[in-house]
């Protein structure tokens, strides 16, 4: 539990760090501007402004900044706890007969497949996370969406996350590229059973609004072994808490991935909308919200932000050496 | 530094280790006996049975079992140190013009390239390794390798690291696919000057003759920041330390590096001769030697002996426990 | 008109060739034995020895041997027909906006696409002729069909062409890699409308049953510039044969269109159901059937034969002479 | 033989051809002004300027208007004869093994190969090209070449045809690309042999200097069965003379080949000097120059004129009629 002076500290970073990025602006197009989703144009103009920077540490400290309670859809992000569920359902090598956790170069959502195992590469593009979505237990479709909310409400330690049905039914109604997807694999044996409910599910957890402080929580949950450190519960069995962050790790951040372990060093994802979720073992877990997209659709600001942090707090896993400590520093320039 | 009886302890589980891997045996095929490199069928089969296991602490402590002393040619492995002195000589942001450090799901010798930046995805696959020898600074080709050779000379602690001339000699006749990489890279300006100049500089690299013991030091050096336990020099500037180490991570282990993160969980690099070099930071380095190979390239008992060092010990980045330590455990089964 | 004598001897050829080939047999499966379409194990072995050859003249003279009566479902072959009528329902321009005319060296189901230009490569693989289909005018899918089978039934000359209703359901209910097809180019703009709805369209029209003298009718229909030799009719636009021919004569026989230029030189359309359509512009039809395929998908024996047709008759598009004339030699051998 | 009323009236329509597209101009740019072979910028915009069209029928008859006494070097145009001497140094089957005839829809310097046969796609691309360049017998380079020679200028009827050794100069200083497939080739047991020399031949035959009536009696040679119709010589045995014209009609204009055909109708060959040449079995052969080209390598006003000559005179091999004829009637417009 860091002292009152101490937190006061970080609170100041965080808003410097906040100031200076909200300052410089980005000219970077969100994921609605370029018309999809439900928002009509003037919505999507005001939500492409949001920015939040969230820190959660592993004891439940939380230091926000920004727009952190304007909620946004999980997106993409919504892959990685729907891939634990699916290993904490079937254990490690069934889920690794249905999709692999290679790296594959490829954009998230490519139609190229791992022919010599019949499987998707990995469950960070679309096609391995539709299969991870479907690996999820439950009796009816119902059930089914109902266990991955449980999972995110845990993770995130907030009993209202929902699926907002404005966002899933302009997902629904955009979803072609997803639609072939599937029915490519179904054809190939991949997956079986109604490709609408498959897909249903999938874009139905992706719909999932969160905040950005839920999406540091969230990440605080995974750098806390899987157990949430405000609640205290666990939400992965503790054998899985690596598979996630590796997986994380090596295909979190799509064709951008080896770039982001290069330079930031931490395990993360991202999503469409513009969050980034990423992850230090141990220690914290740090959301960012800001809806201007680079051409691998990560969030622009998203990735300078945890870039900057991971630099100043020396969290690059490899890192042999805390540059010089965030909390006492002064601002650069 | 470890009691005389835990050093006897880990001596008795590595041994038990090379026993029990030695017995099972393999039927991979090794990269000479599918008729590559000088070797005549005698010597490939004998080749084929070499099997050693070296782990060397951070402190300088070295455990080897098996054969130990038995020169091998580094091969791809030395990727790794090529890349580090070229980082050392121009920077991060020269090196990244050049080369990429984006897995791309392509195998050892792809010529599919980042032609967003016009540049090899990453300098563990052939095109981009061919790019950062050819980075390395020196007046001409000799003093060039001759910096090549002192740097592999200073991760491994010695001074007697010599090029094999019949290896090279070997490599150099049966070069076509990366001297077609080569000329394919320089029609689109990523190389210029004497093809046949930066093939040889490569392919001396390669041919390096270390045994698996000089493998575990180079590794160990690596864990240890990049300052050599045993002779205390520094080999890499400190800031290159996470450079090397990331890359590796993601890219290291060819189109299985995913796995590879998933299964065992730390930075290593494989070459075609057998070897594997793996590195937990701050606490150790592990070489293995078994020429028989999988579909990827990668040594098959070296794969397993690392996955199971890897687990006993808890070495994975993102374990949360350290399951049970090898020192005082039984063997499994 | 052909004297009594050399029908004859035309007749006699013809059964020689049958004969010979049905003697060699071909060890080739076929779609159904694949387990495709709907016919059970015992059906598709009866099948499966089916074989027959039809000529049939620009005057309208027809020699059949073998089972000429057998009904077959068109399959591919009825791209050629679903094409023209885009053709003649929109002009050249308009269909070329939407469907290309490049071989693409891909198999028939490829799902790579001319991103240049926003569409399928050509209207003989499954994407392009899906488009084609889609293209056909009509007030609503009933019509459209109904068009469709009006014009088939033209050029066949045979009023009683029918779409088959039980091959119609199992090629729905076998349809994912189409389905996906069609999903990706709805994705990308290149269709518009009710997916299943394209897909029923251009199934049924894969469906329509043909005898192997009905196939040479419509390739000799073809032959004669698009007006039924048996009657009279035009069925095609003058302006619009040569760009039917143009199109069946480099991409009709799939990725081995090359090969078949090369060795038989003449516009031809293959069927997974083992039929083939050869048309020798000015002279005549020719239909062969017999269910083995290669890996191209073509019929095994419907290659040979063509290609001892075109050889004997020095009917290759580029030949400098005619061998020697099939109606008058001797068999080889 | 025309009478010279007929004569003076194809020229009469050649020459309005000539000038109607001379004033149209195009701005596409040339091979030499995107700074490739020896020319320096004066000389690649005197050289951009140029336009000639021939006419040469099979009995003989020359029609020629603009620059067509300019010389320039065949490039890929000699491909087609390089294949003709390997067909006929070795037969068909021999040479098929080598390199395929299938369009494969790359680009002219693609290095995907036919890998289930270990072959290039055809000999019309680069990589096919020096394969049957390579194939060409010969004691030493110097035969292959002179034999090479003869033959171009026995097609040609044209004693004074050589290399023009600048362009071969500039065309092996920029031959990475051709260098890089040859190797890769060599590493897959395509050719074998010295890849300096197999480029040399190669390139030396692309320098052959040629002018615009050089093309096109070679193309009135290929469309009079291989037989000069000025010398009366025969230039290819006559079995493989529609194997050439397979070829040309289908591999012929890059990845346009399949719109060509389309369009123009008629085996032909282009350079990425600006020529093209297109045969008319029977009837003629045309030469076309004028070096601005468009995105697939091919003459951008030698497609237009070769397509408006084609409509005009009926001549596309699957036209039903020859809408009007050139020599009579009144120019468009």
């Avoid at 490519?184 to 599910?201: H, P, W, Y």
Wanted: aromatic share 8%; charged share 25%.
């Amino acid at each position: 539990m860091p002292t009152p002076e101490i937190s006061r500290r970080i609170n100041d970073r965080i808003e410097e760090l906040y100031e200076r990025h909200l300052r410089e602006g980005d000219d970077a197009v969100s994921y609605y501007e370029s018309g999809r989703g439900y928002y009509g144009p003037e919505l999507a103009a005001e939500e492409r402004n949001r920015f939040a920077i969230c820190l959660v540490s592993t004891d439940g400290e939380a230091y926000c900044v920004g727009d952190h309670e304007t909620p946004f859809a999980l997106q993409s992000i919504s892959k990685v706890f729907a891939y634990g569920l699916a290993l904490a359902d079937h254990g490690r090598d069934h889920v690794l007969k249905h999709v692999g956790v290679e790296p594959s170069g490829e954009a998230f959502n490519s139609i190229v497949f791992d022919e010599r195992n019949n499987r998707p590469y990995n469950p960070m593009l679309n096609a391995g996370a539709l299969v991870a979505s479907y690996l999820v237990r439950g009796a009816d479709p119902v059930e089914k969406v109902e266990r991955l909310l449980e999972i995110l409400r845990g993770y995130a330690g907030n009993e209202s996350l929902q699926v907002d049905y404005d966002t899933f039914e302009a997902e629904m109604s955009a979803a072609d590229h997803n639609r072939a997807t599937t029915y490519l694999m179904r054809s190939q044996g991949m997956v079986s059973g109604d490709v609408e409910e498959i897909l249903a599910m999938y874009l139905k957890q992706c719909s999932v609004q969160v905040t950005c402080r839920d999406l540091a929580v969230m990440a605080a949950t995974l750098a806390n072994g899987c157990v949430n450190p405000i609640t205290g519960e666990r939400e992965l069995p503790r054998r899985h808490v690596r598979d996630l962050l590796s997986v994380m790790h090596t295909c979190g951040m799509y064709d951008a991935a080896g770039q982001w372990v290069f330079d930031v060093g931490v395990p993360a994802k991202s999503g469409v909308s513009g969050g980034i979720l990423a992850v230090i073992p141990g220690k914290m877990g740090i959301g960012v919200f800001s809806p201007g997209l680079d051409s691998h659709g990560n969030s622009v600001r998203g990735v300078r932000v945890c870039e900057e942090i991971s630099e100043r707090l020396g969290l690059h896993m490899f890192a042999t050496e805390a540059e010089d400590a965030m909390i006492g520093a002064a601002p650069p320039g």
